[in-house]
């Protein structure tokens, strides 16, 4: 009899949850980086054709706001990087079967749905941060790039989109095969993070606009997070909370639906 | 007078007495009629065999028509050891499985009441699952029969809290799953039809840890648990494998494997054999059976595979338009429905003959011979002494005479039909 043998089966915490999460996604980002690296070139492609492209047209006008275009299109490879892994994953794993074994977990889906996400916004970190890295390059342009700032602000931000990716999730559930729809709403992300939240103070409370903003102002002007005012930072953070948990709650109104019709898991 | 006659699977022996035939006995292949004065002992002999469901080979080696192992995978017992374990259990105290005795000690683990659930509304509504209840004791292996569109899925599903019934209650471990649903599930698992239930990218033991983990079981703890299902499993060797580069058969055995890896209590298996071959499918079973045995494992399962139900099972529910129908032990199913069946061979069988014995009996096929006919009755327990009665009457010697043993499809098929009446 071994020693974990003796000791009998121990109960899993949180920390293993999270450990088994993480791990999982670690496993997947290194062993099959096909998917990851494809993401990258055609990020770079679009951003080549964006920048290239749009220099021949506007010439001068677009350097002179490239850094806030370099912004812009990261935020927006994080946000599409987060929604998608988020929504396609759920659509995934109810068409795999393993949705119901998550639902069924002793330690309720709700931790463990925000820490496959958790782990989504990582793996999407490490990508977008290759990409800027690369704009960076391709453009000749600098930065500030106060990176605990960046990763607050950032993380913040797309914690709204995170919301979406759930809500989107759960109607994956209840309809199943209307996920490429559902990415059609990528798009819309360009509009809100061009959005001008300055301006128009009530478009702040839209996902991605306020944060956009700080974001492009720490990363262009060098504003540290503690020189924000605090309402600003209050705001992002209920903008974060709100339509996560919003999109949370569609989620499980959506789930609670397909158990009462009877469709969850069938795909 | 004694006479054997073999002829094919069947070896009979024809005891006379006097004048007529009085009385069959029914041992699957080993007729015989005897005497009046020997009754009383073949009545004796006829409910040993039965309660046993022995069959006896010419070869000696013995074994059930259908039944191709036992639950342990091993050999079907002979005639003698059959009768001899039934000679210990003279009340018919299920010696199969234990299930009466052990029953009385054994916990419930799935409490089921009043189960209803009906999809959509008005006249489209349909009722998939109508007014269940039954219960399963912990550590039993209770199978779930029924045709296509019976409500087997929606039950289990319901159980699982998958759906949500529109009436009744479901208690695990005697935990209402509407009211505290993590409690009630924390040692439950599924492995549902057509799901893949792990994921391919990852490899077999890489499953195992992340299933256990979100079982709520530390995936350290469990690696000898781990390495013990990867052997029984015949999985050891692919351990280290990407799931997805396995065939369809050792993915649903690393789908079963990875239900199991988090130590769960109650498991609910949809179509757990499908796709398997026969080694991998009697493997499957052994271990389903070792772990009801030796570790307590709670099981429902469904499948469409009879041989499967009727290996691994204690206990059988039947399920047709959304009802229970059946409920009871694998062996009470066969033994109830063991004498069911009569086949008589004879040169006397002639359309009078048999116009006369359909005015008592069913006769479910006939056979035209060239020398009379073979037909088919139903008949069963004292039926046999009238049928007897009636062959005499009717000028009829039987030249071969058998009861047909049914096998769990037999009676399954059996039941469904009768519902749709």
């Known amino acids: 009899m071994s020693a974990d043998e003796a000791s009998g089966p121990q109960k899993a915490g949180y920390y293993h949850l999270a450990r088994a999460v993480l791990y999982r996604e670690f496993l997947l980002f290194v062993r099959y980086p096909a998917n990851a690296i494809g993401g990258i070139v055609i990020s770079l492609f679009f951003f080549g ?72 916004v990582v793996r ?15 453009t000749g342009t600098r930065l500030e790039l106060h990176v605990g700032t960046i990763v607050v602000v950032a993380s913040l931000s797309i914690l709204s989109v995170l919301g979406l990716g759930f809500a989107a999730g759960g109607i994956t559930v209840l309809y199943k095969r209307i996920g490429n729809w559902l990415n059609l709403l990528q798009f819309g992300f360009v509009v809100l993070i061009s959005a001008p939240a300055l301006g128009v103070p009530w478009l702040k409370v839209l996902p991605l606009a306020h944060g956009s903003d700080l974001l492009q102002r720490t990363m262009v002007d060098g504003v540290r997070l503690w020189e924000f005012p605090p309402a600003d930072v209050a705001l992002l953070v209920a903008v974060a909370v709100g339509y996560l948990g919003l999109g949370y709650a569609v989620f499980q109104a959506s789930t609670r639906r397909a158990r009462r019709l009877g469709v969850l898991g069938d795909y | 007078m004694c006479t054997f006659v073999y002829s094919g699977r069947t070896l009979s022996l024809i005891v006379t007495g006097s004048q007529s035939l009085r009385i069959l006995v029914g041992i699957p292949t080993f007729a015989a009629t005897v005497a009046p004065a020997k009754a009383a002992c073949a009545d004796r002999v006829i409910r040993l065999a039965l309660l046993r469901g022995a069959m006896t080979k010419p070869d000696g080696t013995g074994g059930e028509r259908h039944r191709t192992a036992d639950r342990n995978g091993q050999p079907p017992r002979s005639a003698d050891a059959a009768v001899a374990e039934t000679e210990e259990f003279p009340t018919g105290t299920d010696s199969r499985n234990g299930v009466s005795e052990r029953a009385v000690s054994r916990e419930t683990a799935i409490a089921v009441e009043g189960l209803t659930k009906r999809f959509g509304t008005g006249t489209d509504s349909v009722l998939a699952v109508d007014d269940v209840s039954f219960e399963v004791e912990a550590g039993s292996v209770v199978g779930l029969l029924g045709p296509n569109g019976a409500g087997k899925t929606t039950l289990i599903k319901s159980v699982l809290g998958m759906v949500v019934p529109d009436e009744g209650s479901v208690r695990i471990a005697g935990v209402d799953v509407a009211e505290r649903p993590k409690a009630a599930y924390a040692n439950v698992d599924a492995m549902l039809e057509g799901a893949r239930n792990d994921y391919w990218r990852l490899t077999v033991r890489e499953n195992l840890r992340y299933f256990a983990t979100v079982s709520g079981v530390d995936p350290d703890s469990v690696t000898d648990r781990h390495d013990r299902l990867l052997e029984r499993l015949d999985l050891a060797e692919w351990a280290d494998t990407p799931v997805r580069k396995l065939s369809r058969g050792m993915k649903q055995k690393v789908s079963l494997a990875s239900v199991l890896a988090g130590g769960a209590e109650v498991v609910f298996l949809d179509e757990p054999t499908l796709g398997l071959d026969v080694e991998s499918s009697r493997t499957l079973q052994r271990e389903l059976r070792r772990l009801a045995e030796e570790e307590g494992l709670t099981v429902l399962i469904s499948s469409h595979d009879m041989g499967v139900i009727e290996t691994v099972c204690d206990r059988v529910l039947v399920m047709s338009e959304g009802r229970i129908i059946a409920d009871d032990s694998v062996d009470s199913l066969l033994r109830g429905a063991a004498s069911g069946t009569v086949v008589v061979e004879s040169s006397d069988l002639d359309s009078d003959a048999i116009a006369a014995i359909r005015e008592r009996f069913d006769i479910t ?33 039987p030249e071969r005479i058998r009861t047909v043993e049914p096998d769990l499809e037999d009676i399954f098929v059996g039941l469904t039909r009768e519902e749709d009446r």
Do not use: C
Request: charged share 15%.
């Open chain 2, 365 to 397: 096929d006939i056979e035209e011979l060239e020398r009379g006919a073979r037909i088919e009755v139903v008949a069963a327990g004292d039926d046999l002494y009238a049928l007897m009665d009636v062959l005499s009457r009717a000028g009829v010697t």
């Open chain 1, 49 to 120: 054709v964006l920048f290239y492209g749009g220099r021949m047209l506007a010439g001068q006008a677009l350097t002179d706001s490239i850094e806030g275009i370099i912004v812009g299109y990261f935020l927006w490879t994080l946000s599409v990087g987060a929604y998608s892994s988020i929504s396609n994953d759920i659509g995934s794993e109810v068409q795999w079967g393993t949705l119901e074994r998550h639902v069924m977990t002793p330690f309720g889906f709700a931790p463990v749905a925000l820490l496959k996400g958790a782990a989504k």
């Open chain 1, 124 to 138: 999407t970190f490490l990508i977008s941060s290759i990409i800027l890295g690369a704009m960076l390059l391709i």
